[in-house]
């Protein structure tokens, strides 16, 4: 067995912050040295490897990470290979005595991590795993009859109950930690590749974000002081910066939800006028605990319907269709602002998302799975649970989903959340001299007002590629084609 001496190793995953992490806290409690660790597996099954958008966080936030460490005199050992390998080989070399780590809920991750735990155990090193990502676990929240939640509201209310008014507390960052006599080999994080290099297309990303943890805290703060009273009335608004931006440093644990719960609800204390926007943030936090109760229990929901009637959809193949889409020039501003704002900074309004994914799903009648795979090669915030569940909502084949005959209109979505055009001039920025008037549907404009406005349609910017009105018709003739329920 071990010594009492013999170091742990802290593996980082989805956890990359020391404020509020468990298993740091953890093993900074028993005295013994800690060797942090990341393991880059770029093995990872099917097409889920890390996307282009989510390697270049994941490079700057290990950068933050390894910072953070430094302050108290730790390093991070960086490690590229499979976790089951790796980490048995480096607890061997180390003489480490355990491996504690804070857990992920894919489907991948939940079955390697128990076959690494077992491995470790059996070889007589301790094996510790920790909540760090979420409010409760998946497991934790069942209905009456004792199964999982597939409707969003009665899982919202069991939580809330669970959590009450005491929700588990985080804690802070350990005062002191120890650090091993000799340090292990790491990888350089330059090496990794990560970054993008030519064409370096990463101008946008950098303009707009600052992983680690320190950001994700001024973040957290500016939001707090700015838009959260008013986030219930403005959330929608794609033109103001009424959101918290919070959704990829969550994913990438640079702030954990205890924190951002305890937060929130300190503010309400403090204010109350506060109350009403609070609450809807809350909200949407406990979405996000609703994507991943889903992941949990249904493994398969990245790939497959969850509702078994939508395999029988027709849906199209048409490739001209999707790279319009992706590229933004579908000719609908407010579909193409979105996807342009995606591309230049990683990142999309969720209005937005919900615009744009119901415009590739019913009026393109594109398989959501495309995407899917879209949105998780060019989000810095991609999250299997949250992405999955979003897209299966909005195709109407997923849980609690949007009725499938609800088809967004791109044009009455734009007036009503862009109505001076904000955000279609700043994303297409060859329509930023049109009148408000016509700013969603520059089709309508007059040939006199599109030209004193630089516009030609067909040249300078696509024609609709498809009219709602004929798509929303064979939207919903294809809907009534698929087996019924």
């Known amino acids: ?116 735990k077992s491995a470790l155990l059996a070889a007589g090193v301790e094996a510790r795993s920790f909540n760090a990502a979420l409010l409760a676990e998946p497991w934790e929240a069942s209905t009456v009859s004792g199964g999982p939640f597939r409707v969003y509201t009665p899982f919202q209310k069991a939580l809330r109950a669970r959590l009450g008014n005491d929700p588990p507390k985080p804690s802070h960052a350990p005062a002191s930690a120890v650090a091993p006599e000799r340090w292990p080999a790491s990888d350089r994080l330059a090496d990794w590749k990560l970054l993008p290099d030519k064409p370096d297309w990463a101008g946008g990303l950098r303009a707009t974000w600052q992983p680690g943890s320190s950001a994700a805290s001024s973040r957290l703060a500016e939001f707090l002081d700015g838009p959260l009273p008013d986030y219930a009335a403005d959330r929608d608004r794609c033109d103001l910066a009424a959101t918290s931006a919070l959704s990829a440093h969550l994913h990438w644990g640079e702030i954990g939800p205890r924190r951002i719960w305890q937060a929130a609800h300190e503010r309400m204390a403090q204010d109350g006028a506060t109350e009403r926007g609070a609450d809807k943030f809350l909200s949407e936090l406990v979405w996000r605990e609703f994507a991943h109760h889903l992941l949990f229990h249904y493994p398969d929901l990245p790939e497959a319907n969850w509702r078994a009637r939508f395999d029988g959809f027709p849906w199209r193949s048409d490739p001209a269709g999707l790279a319009a889409w992706q590229r933004g020039l579908t000719g609908y501003p407010m579909v193409d602002a979105g996807m342009r704002q995606l591309w230049e900074t990683g990142w999309m309004h ?136």
């Open 1 to 116: 067995m071990p010594g009492s001496a013999a170091p742990i190793l802290v593996w980082f995953r989805q956890d990359l912050r020391l404020d509020d992490n468990p298993a740091f806290a953890a093993a900074a409690a028993t005295g013994r040295p800690i060797i942090p660790v990341y393991i880059l597996d770029d093995r990872m099954p099917g097409q889920w490897r890390l996307g282009g958008a989510s390697r270049w966080w994941l490079h700057h936030s290990l950068s933050a990470l390894g910072e953070t460490l430094a302050k108290h005199a730790l390093a991070l050992v960086l490690r590229a290979g499979e976790a089951a390998a790796v980490l048995p080989a480096l607890a061997e070399e180390t003489g480490a005595g355990g491996v504690y780590w804070n857990r992920c809920y894919e489907p991948y991750a939940v079955r390697r991590d128990a076959a690494l």
């Open 350 to 485: 969720n209005r937005a998302r919900m615009i744009a994914a119901s415009f590739l799903a019913k009026h393109l009648l594109i398989h959501w799975r495309q995407g899917e795979a879209w949105f998780w090669d060019t989000l810095v915030d991609a999250d299997l649970a949250n992405n999955a569940a979003g897209w299966q909502w909005v195709a109407g084949s997923g849980a609690d989903a949007a009725p499938y005959f609800r088809i967004f209109n791109p044009v009455i979505q734009g007036r009503k959340h862009d109505p001076e055009g904000a955000y279609a001039r700043r994303f297409v920025p060859e329509l930023a001299k049109l009148p408000t008037r016509w700013i969603h549907a520059p089709w309508e404009a007059p040939k006199a007002v599109l030209a004193e406005s630089g516009v030609a349609l067909g040249r300078t910017y696509p024609h609709p590629i498809v009219d709602h009105a004929m798509a929303r018709e064979r939207a919903l003739a294809a809907y009534k084609s698929m087996p019924q329920d």
